[in-house]
Protein backbone atom coordinates (compact mmCIF):
# COMPACT_ATOMS: atom_id res chain seq x y z
CA UNK A 1 0.00 0.00 0.00
CA UNK A 2 1.30 3.50 -0.85
CA UNK A 3 0.35 6.63 1.04
CA UNK A 4 -0.17 9.93 -1.31
CA UNK A 5 -0.05 13.19 1.13
CA UNK A 6 -1.03 16.33 -0.82
CA UNK A 7 -3.32 19.54 0.20
CA UNK A 8 -3.99 19.98 -3.93
CA UNK A 9 -6.45 17.57 -5.21
CA UNK A 10 -5.39 17.25 -8.81
CA UNK A 11 -1.59 16.55 -7.49
CA UNK A 12 -3.14 13.83 -5.50
CA UNK A 13 -5.37 12.20 -8.30
CA UNK A 14 -2.38 12.63 -11.10
CA UNK A 15 -0.18 11.14 -8.84
CA UNK A 16 -2.85 8.29 -7.92
CA UNK A 17 -3.36 7.80 -11.59
CA UNK A 18 0.72 7.69 -12.77
CA UNK A 19 1.22 4.99 -9.68
CA UNK A 20 -1.83 3.10 -11.21
CA UNK A 21 -0.36 2.91 -14.18
CA UNK A 22 3.17 1.47 -12.67
CA UNK A 23 0.91 -1.63 -10.92
CA UNK A 24 0.44 0.29 -7.51
CA UNK A 25 -3.55 -0.77 -7.06
CA UNK A 26 -3.56 0.15 -3.11
CA UNK A 27 -3.20 3.68 -2.75
CA UNK A 28 -4.57 5.69 0.09
CA UNK A 29 -4.91 9.52 -0.57
CA UNK A 30 -4.57 12.61 2.34
CA UNK A 31 -5.57 15.89 2.11
CA UNK A 32 -3.12 16.62 4.70
CA UNK A 33 -0.54 15.56 7.28
CA UNK A 34 -3.22 15.10 10.17
CA UNK A 35 -5.00 13.00 7.36
CA UNK A 36 -1.82 10.96 6.60
CA UNK A 37 -1.53 10.36 10.25
CA UNK A 38 -4.72 9.05 10.31
CA UNK A 39 -4.41 6.52 7.91
CA UNK A 40 -1.11 5.44 9.56
CA UNK A 41 -2.86 5.05 12.89
CA UNK A 42 -5.27 2.74 10.53
CA UNK A 43 -3.00 1.24 8.42
CA UNK A 44 0.29 0.99 10.20
CA UNK A 45 2.97 -1.86 8.76
CA UNK A 46 0.76 -1.81 5.89
CA UNK A 47 2.27 1.22 4.33
CA UNK A 48 4.97 0.75 1.99
CA UNK A 49 5.80 4.04 1.41
CA UNK A 50 4.57 7.73 2.24
CA UNK A 51 4.67 10.13 -1.23
CA UNK A 52 4.71 13.54 0.60
CA UNK A 53 4.20 16.99 -0.38
CA UNK A 54 6.36 19.60 1.77
CA UNK A 55 4.56 22.82 1.59
CA UNK A 56 0.77 22.22 2.86
CA UNK A 57 -1.45 24.15 5.40
CA UNK A 58 -1.80 23.60 9.01
CA UNK A 59 0.90 20.78 9.16
CA UNK A 60 3.71 20.85 6.11
CA UNK A 61 5.78 17.86 5.33
CA UNK A 62 8.34 18.02 7.63
CA UNK A 63 5.95 18.55 11.28
CA UNK A 64 4.54 14.95 9.54
CA UNK A 65 7.58 13.68 9.16
CA UNK A 66 8.26 14.49 12.73
CA UNK A 67 5.45 13.16 14.11
CA UNK A 68 5.74 9.79 11.72
CA UNK A 69 9.70 9.23 13.68
CA UNK A 70 8.22 9.89 16.70
CA UNK A 71 5.27 6.80 15.94
CA UNK A 72 7.94 4.11 14.50
CA UNK A 73 7.27 4.87 11.09
CA UNK A 74 10.31 2.96 9.56
CA UNK A 75 9.01 2.32 5.63
CA UNK A 76 9.91 4.59 2.69
CA UNK A 77 9.18 7.95 2.48
CA UNK A 78 9.74 10.02 -0.96
CA UNK A 79 9.47 14.06 -0.80
CA UNK A 80 7.78 16.10 -3.50
CA UNK A 81 7.86 19.95 -3.86
CA UNK A 82 7.73 22.61 -6.30
CA UNK A 83 10.46 24.33 -4.20
CA UNK A 84 13.72 24.78 -4.72
CA UNK A 85 16.04 21.76 -4.83
CA UNK A 86 18.08 22.99 -2.07
CA UNK A 87 15.24 23.03 0.32
CA UNK A 88 14.05 19.24 -0.95
CA UNK A 89 17.64 18.14 0.04
CA UNK A 90 17.72 20.01 3.27
CA UNK A 91 14.06 17.76 4.19
CA UNK A 92 15.55 15.37 3.19
CA UNK A 93 18.64 15.65 5.75
CA UNK A 94 16.14 16.76 8.30
CA UNK A 95 14.21 13.16 7.47
CA UNK A 96 17.29 11.22 7.96
CA UNK A 97 18.18 12.77 11.06
CA UNK A 98 14.99 11.77 12.24
CA UNK A 99 16.15 7.87 11.23
CA UNK A 100 13.35 7.92 8.53
CA UNK A 101 14.25 6.12 5.44
CA UNK A 102 14.00 8.33 2.28
CA UNK A 103 13.75 6.56 -1.51
CA UNK A 104 13.83 10.05 -2.60
CA UNK A 105 13.20 13.53 -3.51
CA UNK A 106 11.21 15.04 -6.84
CA UNK A 107 10.29 17.94 -8.12
CA UNK A 108 6.47 19.05 -9.24
CA UNK A 109 5.65 17.57 -11.54
CA UNK A 110 7.01 14.14 -11.60
CA UNK A 111 7.40 11.70 -14.09
CA UNK A 112 5.86 7.74 -13.76
CA UNK A 113 9.73 6.84 -14.36
CA UNK A 114 10.88 9.13 -11.91
CA UNK A 115 8.63 7.23 -9.51
CA UNK A 116 9.13 3.82 -10.45
CA UNK A 117 12.87 4.66 -10.45
CA UNK A 118 12.27 5.35 -6.45
CA UNK A 119 9.73 2.44 -5.85
CA UNK A 120 11.39 -0.30 -8.16
CA UNK A 121 12.85 -2.10 -4.84
CA UNK A 122 9.32 -2.26 -3.18
CA UNK A 123 6.92 -5.32 -2.94
CA UNK A 124 4.65 -5.27 -5.72
CA UNK A 125 1.11 -6.11 -4.81
CA UNK A 126 0.65 -9.22 -5.02
CA UNK A 127 3.43 -10.61 -4.14
CA UNK A 128 4.91 -13.06 -1.36
CA UNK A 129 4.32 -11.03 1.58
CA UNK A 130 6.22 -11.87 5.21
CA UNK A 131 5.10 -14.64 7.30
CA UNK A 132 5.57 -12.80 10.46
CA UNK A 133 5.32 -8.85 10.87
CA UNK A 134 8.52 -6.91 11.28
CA UNK A 135 7.47 -6.21 15.08
CA UNK A 136 7.45 -9.97 15.62
CA UNK A 137 10.72 -10.93 13.40
CA UNK A 138 12.73 -7.66 15.48
CA UNK A 139 12.31 -9.20 19.19
CA UNK A 140 15.19 -9.45 21.06
CA UNK A 141 14.56 -13.17 21.54
CA UNK A 142 13.86 -13.34 17.55
CA UNK A 143 16.95 -11.74 16.72
CA UNK A 144 18.95 -14.31 19.07
CA UNK A 145 17.19 -17.24 17.31
CA UNK A 146 18.18 -15.62 14.36
CA UNK A 147 21.69 -15.70 14.95
CA UNK A 148 21.82 -19.09 16.21
CA UNK A 149 20.70 -20.52 13.64
CA UNK A 150 22.69 -17.87 11.01
CA UNK A 151 20.11 -16.73 9.50
CA UNK A 152 22.05 -13.29 8.23
CA UNK A 153 23.88 -13.78 5.54
CA UNK A 154 26.58 -11.53 4.06
CA UNK A 155 26.50 -10.33 0.12
CA UNK A 156 28.88 -8.65 -1.18
CA UNK A 157 28.76 -5.35 -3.64
CA UNK A 158 32.63 -5.10 -6.33
CA UNK A 159 34.58 -2.06 -5.62
CA UNK A 160 36.78 -1.38 -8.66
CA UNK A 161 39.98 0.30 -9.18
CA UNK A 162 38.93 3.35 -11.46
CA UNK A 163 41.76 3.82 -13.20
CA UNK A 164 42.97 0.42 -14.06
CA UNK A 165 39.38 -1.25 -13.83
CA UNK A 166 40.73 -3.92 -11.44
CA UNK A 167 38.37 -5.10 -9.34
CA UNK A 168 39.87 -4.83 -6.09
CA UNK A 169 37.64 -5.97 -3.56
CA UNK A 170 34.37 -5.89 -2.08
CA UNK A 171 31.88 -4.62 0.37
CA UNK A 172 29.99 -6.96 2.77
CA UNK A 173 26.31 -5.75 3.23
CA UNK A 174 24.60 -8.03 5.96
CA UNK A 175 20.86 -9.46 4.86
CA UNK A 176 17.97 -11.21 6.53
CA UNK A 177 15.91 -13.23 4.34
CA UNK A 178 12.78 -14.65 5.48
CA UNK A 179 10.97 -18.19 4.85
CA UNK A 180 9.05 -17.20 2.69
CA UNK A 181 11.12 -15.36 0.31
CA UNK A 182 11.22 -11.24 1.17
CA UNK A 183 14.07 -10.33 3.61
CA UNK A 184 14.23 -7.78 6.42
CA UNK A 185 16.41 -4.94 5.63
CA UNK A 186 19.48 -3.64 7.76
CA UNK A 187 18.08 -0.46 8.18
CA UNK A 188 15.46 -2.57 10.34
CA UNK A 189 17.03 -4.92 11.73
CA UNK A 190 20.73 -3.00 12.61
CA UNK A 191 19.16 -0.60 15.07
CA UNK A 192 16.91 -3.98 16.79
CA UNK A 193 20.05 -5.76 17.07
CA UNK A 194 22.12 -2.94 18.72
CA UNK A 195 19.17 -1.95 20.88
CA UNK A 196 18.73 -5.64 22.24
CA UNK A 197 22.89 -5.84 22.36
CA UNK A 198 23.84 -8.06 20.05
CA UNK A 199 25.36 -6.45 17.55
CA UNK A 200 28.59 -7.82 18.33
CA UNK A 201 27.07 -11.37 17.70
CA UNK A 202 25.89 -9.96 14.10
CA UNK A 203 29.40 -8.71 13.57
CA UNK A 204 31.15 -12.12 14.43
CA UNK A 205 28.11 -14.02 12.87
CA UNK A 206 29.19 -12.20 9.59
CA UNK A 207 32.78 -12.68 9.80
CA UNK A 208 32.95 -16.12 10.30
CA UNK A 209 30.54 -16.61 6.80
CA UNK A 210 33.23 -13.90 5.53
CA UNK A 211 36.03 -15.98 6.38
CA UNK A 212 35.10 -19.28 4.48
CA UNK A 213 33.86 -16.91 1.51
CA UNK A 214 37.26 -15.43 1.41
CA UNK A 215 39.48 -19.14 1.48
CA UNK A 216 36.98 -20.05 -1.16
CA UNK A 217 37.93 -16.91 -3.35
CA UNK A 218 41.69 -17.40 -2.39
CA UNK A 219 41.73 -21.15 -3.87
CA UNK A 220 40.38 -19.61 -7.01
CA UNK A 221 43.28 -17.30 -7.56
CA UNK A 222 40.71 -14.19 -6.42
CA UNK A 223 43.03 -11.57 -4.88
CA UNK A 224 40.84 -9.05 -3.05
CA UNK A 225 39.72 -7.73 -0.27
CA UNK A 226 36.49 -7.37 2.27
CA UNK A 227 35.01 -4.43 3.97
CA UNK A 228 33.01 -5.24 7.03
CA UNK A 229 30.79 -2.61 8.75
CA UNK A 230 31.43 -2.39 12.27
CA UNK A 231 29.19 -1.11 14.41
CA UNK A 232 30.07 2.13 16.97
CA UNK A 233 28.99 -0.89 19.86
CA UNK A 234 30.95 -3.23 18.54
CA UNK A 235 34.18 -0.72 18.05
CA UNK A 236 33.02 -0.20 22.26
CA UNK A 237 34.15 -3.98 23.01
CA UNK A 238 38.01 -3.69 23.96
CA UNK A 239 38.37 -7.73 23.00
CA UNK A 240 36.93 -7.47 19.62
CA UNK A 241 40.47 -7.14 17.91
CA UNK A 242 41.64 -10.02 19.94
CA UNK A 243 38.95 -11.96 18.54
CA UNK A 244 39.06 -11.21 15.11
CA UNK A 245 42.82 -11.72 15.01
CA UNK A 246 42.38 -15.14 15.62
CA UNK A 247 39.34 -15.54 13.35
CA UNK A 248 41.18 -14.91 10.74
CA UNK A 249 44.46 -16.47 11.44
CA UNK A 250 42.70 -19.42 11.84
CA UNK A 251 41.76 -19.41 8.18
CA UNK A 252 45.29 -18.73 7.40
CA UNK A 253 44.42 -15.15 6.08
CA UNK A 254 46.07 -11.80 6.86
CA UNK A 255 44.70 -8.97 8.20
CA UNK A 256 45.50 -6.62 5.37
CA UNK A 257 42.77 -9.02 3.82
CA UNK A 258 40.13 -7.47 5.78
CA UNK A 259 38.68 -3.51 5.74
CA UNK A 260 36.99 -2.42 8.83
CA UNK A 261 34.19 0.36 7.96
CA UNK A 262 33.25 2.31 10.47
CA UNK A 263 30.47 5.21 10.15
CA UNK A 264 31.71 8.28 10.88
CA UNK A 265 28.71 9.93 11.75
CA UNK A 266 29.08 7.76 15.03
CA UNK A 267 32.78 8.13 16.04
CA UNK A 268 32.21 10.43 18.61
CA UNK A 269 30.00 8.22 21.26
CA UNK A 270 32.66 6.84 23.72
CA UNK A 271 35.41 8.34 21.69
CA UNK A 272 38.55 6.85 23.94
CA UNK A 273 36.68 3.02 23.70
CA UNK A 274 36.33 3.38 19.95
CA UNK A 275 40.07 5.03 20.15
CA UNK A 276 41.69 2.07 21.62
CA UNK A 277 39.97 -0.86 19.37
CA UNK A 278 40.68 0.60 16.45
CA UNK A 279 43.82 2.04 16.74
CA UNK A 280 44.95 -2.04 18.37
CA UNK A 281 42.73 -3.02 14.54
CA UNK A 282 45.22 -1.14 12.94
CA UNK A 283 48.51 -2.28 14.94
CA UNK A 284 47.44 -5.54 14.03
CA UNK A 285 47.04 -4.89 10.13
CA UNK A 286 43.55 -4.52 9.52
CA UNK A 287 42.83 -1.86 7.35
CA UNK A 288 40.85 1.08 9.01
CA UNK A 289 37.64 3.07 6.61
CA UNK A 290 35.70 6.14 7.56
CA UNK A 291 32.24 5.13 6.18
CA UNK A 292 29.45 8.27 4.83
CA UNK A 293 32.66 10.53 4.85
CA UNK A 294 31.30 14.08 5.04
CA UNK A 295 27.71 13.17 7.17
CA UNK A 296 28.41 13.85 10.17
CA UNK A 297 30.01 16.80 12.37
CA UNK A 298 33.61 15.54 12.94
CA UNK A 299 35.08 14.48 10.31
CA UNK A 300 38.88 16.36 10.18
CA UNK A 301 39.03 15.36 13.90
CA UNK A 302 38.68 11.41 13.18
CA UNK A 303 40.86 11.87 10.37
CA UNK A 304 43.63 13.46 12.40
CA UNK A 305 43.55 11.37 15.46
CA UNK A 306 42.61 7.69 14.05
CA UNK A 307 44.59 5.67 11.94
CA UNK A 308 42.57 5.22 9.01
CA UNK A 309 43.77 4.37 5.50
CA UNK A 310 40.72 4.61 3.01
CA UNK A 311 37.72 7.37 3.30
CA UNK A 312 34.21 6.19 1.71
CA UNK A 313 32.58 9.03 0.28
CA UNK A 314 28.64 8.68 0.84
CA UNK A 315 27.02 8.38 -1.92
CA UNK A 316 24.80 11.01 -1.55
CA UNK A 317 27.37 13.22 -2.68
CA UNK A 318 28.11 11.53 -5.43
CA UNK A 319 24.04 11.20 -6.96
CA UNK A 320 23.75 15.04 -6.41
CA UNK A 321 27.02 16.66 -7.58
CA UNK A 322 25.24 15.83 -11.45
CA UNK A 323 22.71 18.48 -10.56
CA UNK A 324 24.03 20.48 -7.24
CA UNK A 325 26.83 22.73 -7.59
CA UNK A 326 27.76 23.17 -3.50
CA UNK A 327 27.12 18.84 -3.43
CA UNK A 328 29.98 19.38 -6.77
CA UNK A 329 32.20 21.46 -4.65
CA UNK A 330 32.06 19.04 -1.69
CA UNK A 331 32.91 15.97 -3.74
CA UNK A 332 35.96 17.54 -5.39
CA UNK A 333 36.92 19.21 -2.38
CA UNK A 334 36.69 15.53 -0.44
CA UNK A 335 39.07 13.23 -3.21
CA UNK A 336 41.38 15.93 -2.97
CA UNK A 337 41.60 16.06 0.86
CA UNK A 338 42.01 11.66 0.84
CA UNK A 339 44.40 11.67 -1.78
CA UNK A 340 46.44 14.22 -0.24
CA UNK A 341 46.46 12.82 2.96
CA UNK A 342 47.33 9.42 1.20
CA UNK A 343 44.25 7.52 1.49
CA UNK A 344 42.48 4.97 -0.72
CA UNK A 345 39.50 7.16 -1.87
CA UNK A 346 36.12 5.03 -2.28
CA UNK A 347 33.14 7.09 -4.10
CA UNK A 348 30.00 5.27 -2.91
CA UNK A 349 26.70 5.08 -5.19
CA UNK A 350 28.13 5.58 -8.63
CA UNK A 351 25.36 4.91 -11.25
CA UNK A 352 26.51 6.56 -14.32
CA UNK A 353 29.27 6.50 -16.47
CA UNK A 354 29.58 10.59 -16.36
CA UNK A 355 29.60 10.43 -12.38
CA UNK A 356 32.96 7.49 -12.84
CA UNK A 357 34.34 9.72 -15.41
CA UNK A 358 34.01 12.93 -13.31
CA UNK A 359 35.86 10.82 -10.48
CA UNK A 360 38.66 9.84 -12.61
CA UNK A 361 38.93 13.49 -13.11
CA UNK A 362 39.41 14.05 -9.30
CA UNK A 363 41.67 11.70 -8.86
CA UNK A 364 39.55 9.02 -7.03
CA UNK A 365 41.00 5.52 -6.48
CA UNK A 366 38.06 3.15 -6.41
CA UNK A 367 34.47 3.15 -7.09
CA UNK A 368 31.52 1.14 -6.35
CA UNK A 369 27.85 1.27 -7.16
CA UNK A 370 24.78 0.44 -9.47
CA UNK A 371 27.13 1.39 -12.12
CA UNK A 372 29.35 -1.65 -11.51
CA UNK A 373 27.56 -4.18 -9.59
CA UNK A 374 24.56 -4.43 -7.24
CA UNK A 375 25.50 -6.82 -4.18
CA UNK A 376 25.07 -10.17 -4.62
CA UNK A 377 24.80 -13.26 -2.78
CA UNK A 378 28.16 -15.43 -2.56
CA UNK A 379 27.47 -17.80 -5.71
CA UNK A 380 26.74 -14.53 -7.67
CA UNK A 381 29.54 -12.60 -6.53
CA UNK A 382 31.79 -15.69 -7.64
CA UNK A 383 30.30 -15.79 -11.08
CA UNK A 384 30.65 -12.03 -11.02
CA UNK A 385 34.32 -11.99 -10.17
CA UNK A 386 35.39 -14.74 -12.14
CA UNK A 387 33.89 -12.90 -15.27
CA UNK A 388 34.63 -9.55 -14.64
CA UNK A 389 38.38 -9.76 -14.65
CA UNK A 390 39.41 -7.91 -16.82
CA UNK A 391 39.05 -3.89 -16.60
CA UNK A 392 36.54 -2.08 -17.43
Wanted: hydrophobic share 45%; charged share 20%; with cysteine.
Amino acid sequence: MLLVVDDDKFQRDVLALQLASLGWDSICLAASGAEALAHFEQHGTRIQAIIADLSMPEMDGLVLMRHLAQRGYRAGIILLSGMHQEILHSAASLASAHGLNILGVLTKPCTPEQLQALLADLQRPGAVTRSVTSEQALTPERLKQALAANEFVPWYQPKTDIHTGKTVGVEVLARWPTATGPMIGPVEFVPALEAAGLADELFFAITHQVVTDMRQWRAQRLDITAAINMSMDTAHNLAVPERLRRIVADAGLQPSDFIIEVTESRLMAERSLALETLTRLSLMGFVLSIDDFGTGYSSLVQLIDLPFRELKIDASFVQRADTEPKALAVLRIAVMLGVNLGMSVIAEGVETAGQLEFLRKCGGSIVQGYYIARPMPFAACTEWLLRNAAPL
